[in-house]
């Protein structure tokens, strides 16, 4: 066994990676992920991440961390404009990364390193690996779909679809069909320009990198990477979905209430409405209202989780309406975060109402749990046009209000729409499974990956660096 572990280790010499995710969520879990993907190549792996929402290192006994400080104060962390923070992460993190891939950069004699791979959002790492002379790959941990009309903003400006006109909502967007005007990865909670020089530095800094390194496959994204792949002239490598090869769970910032698959064990078969926004997405209070008494009219067993922080309360008990826990008896579950891959893999889930952040649409397809979808910004809104229109796995809540609500959950688990959204989901689902197994779409990608990778020169501190 030691002697085993001892070949492993002289394998990998000279095969270090250094990841560094954004430090949120959605974005933390498929890095983590890829590392793992990406050992299991034979390759040894480097996490520098910010102490802000840093995943727990315990956990990956087969990493090497490394902790920056972002610099950031509470109220800067936890603000609500998330342009805002990504800006503030790449102004904040350059100067203390830079020190830190210098140091480790000065100790490549022991062990040369390969390249970087940095989160798309991370786009300050551009000038930094620059200057290191480092190479430098990136992921996109959103659709390929989304990121190509998030690229194309500018252009949607030019032809008049931006800024957004409430009159114009529904109106097509000619150049993106199906997607409409509502459907553009926008955010209300900041200025379009912000958002505008966002996407600037993320594209520009994704056009200079090697490689992009997607969470997505072929069969699922093909238009989308077929495009991304002449426009932006750089190697891409659809590899996707990484959560099949390694769950998130161990990723989680939260704690996961297990309690949700003692209750889900007691439902039926395909009966339970999953019912989760993500780490980011907030409700008012109104919503919400709606929201539980739309779960609770529709009379359909649910798991809701109900995040700190997705309520304007700060305790979410606060905002539940009177009376309504005690009516519901065991016909509903309440948590504060769940072990989605679990729950969605579990039979008694029947729907998965989602905000379609990306990885709860890669989940949920790969699961073949048909979803309604709820997108609140950004590609959110592109994921969940595709999901109902394109892939055809869903429904969009075209309302939140507890009328719609309610007709929109026994659509979805009790008539024959249900029936058919479930059946392509299933078909998806197998496509998923397919493309990773010998010969599939993201199995060769990740072949072609490695290669690719291999092909860096390893840094040396001779040629490049002094
Ligand atoms: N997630 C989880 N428990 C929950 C809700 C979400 O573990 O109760 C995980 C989910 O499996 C996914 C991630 O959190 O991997 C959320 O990422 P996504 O891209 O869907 O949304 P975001 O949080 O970035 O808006």
């Known amino acids: 066994m030691e002697n085993q572990s001892i070949n492993q280790m002289e394998q990998r010499k000279g095969r270090r990676l250094l990841l ?25 792996i480097t996490i520098i991440t910010t102490n802000f929402n840093s995943p727990n290192p ?16 509470e109220d800067e962390k936890s603000q609500p404009n998330i342009v805002a923070l990504v800006q503030l992460i790449n102004s904040r993190c350059a100067q203390p990364f830079r020190d830190c891939l210098a140091e480790l950069l000065s100790n490549v004699l022991e062990e040369p390193i390969l390249c970087l791979i940095s989160d798309v959002g991370c786009y300050f790492t551009r000038a930094v690996a620059d ?14 779909t989304a990121f190509f009309s998030f690229s194309a903003l500018h252009l949607l400006c030019e032809k008049g679809y931006l800024p957004i006109q409430d009159s114009q909502l529904e109106k097509p967007v000619a150049e993106f069909a199906p997607l409409r005007v509502k459907d553009l990865p926008l955010i209300d909670s900041c200025a379009p320009e912000e958002l505008y020089e966002l996407v600037d530095d993320m594209v520009n800094a994704t056009k200079a990198s090697s490689g992009l390194i997607w969470n997505t496959f072929e ?37 996961q209430d297990q309690s949700c698959i003692s209750w889900l064990d007691k439902q039926k078969f395909r009966s339970v409405v999953y019912v989760s926004f993500g780490s980011i997405a907030a409700v008012n209070e109104t919503e919400f209202l ?37 009516a519901l008896g065991e016909r509903g579950h309440i948590v504060k975060w769940a072990p989605q891959q679990e729950v969605l893999s579990h039979p008694a889930v029947g729907a998965f109402w989602t905000h379609n952040g990306w990885n709860s649409t890669l989940e949920s397809i790969c699961e073949g749990v048909p979803m309604i979808c709820m997108p609140f910004f950004t590609d959110q809104r592109v994921n969940a046009r595709y999901v109902a229109e394109v892939w055809g796995v869903g429904v969009q809540l075209e309302k939140r209000e507890r009328e719609v609500i309610e007709r929109t959950i026994k659509g979805i688990m009790m ?8 059946g392509r989901v299933l078909d998806i689902k197998e ?34 660096y002094f």
């Open 219 to 255: 069969e699922l994204e093909q238009p989308a990477l077929a495009t991304m792949g002449q426009d932006f002239g750089i190697p891409n490598f659809p590899i996707g979905p990484f959560h099949k090869r390694f769950p998130a769970s161990l990723s989680s910032l939260l704690s």
């Open 290 to 326: 709606e929201i539980a008494w739309g779960l609770a009219n529709s009379k359909q067993p649910f798991l809701w989780v109900v995040r700190a922080g997705s309520t304007s309360k700060s305790d979410w008990l606060e905002t539940m309406p009177k009376g309504f826990l005690e």
């Open 20 to 44: 560094f995710p954004l430090p949120l969520q959605g974005h933390i879990n498929p890095t983590i992920q890829l590392g793992n993907i990406l050992h299991s190549k034979g390759f040894s």
């Open 58 to 73: 315990s956990n990956y006994p087969h990493f090497d961390f490394h902790f920056i400080n972002e610099n950031l104060s």
């Open 415 to 422: 008539e024959k729409e249900g029936e058919k959204l479930r």
């Open 431 to 464: 496509k998923a499974t397919r493309c990773l197994c010998q010969g599939g779409s993201s199995y060769q990608s990740l072949d072609s990956l490695v290669s690719h990778i291999l092909s860096f020169q390893s840094f040396s501190p001779v040629l490049n």
């Open 131 to 144: 200057e290191l002379k480092l190479t430098r790959m990136v992921l996109r941990t959103s659709g390929a």
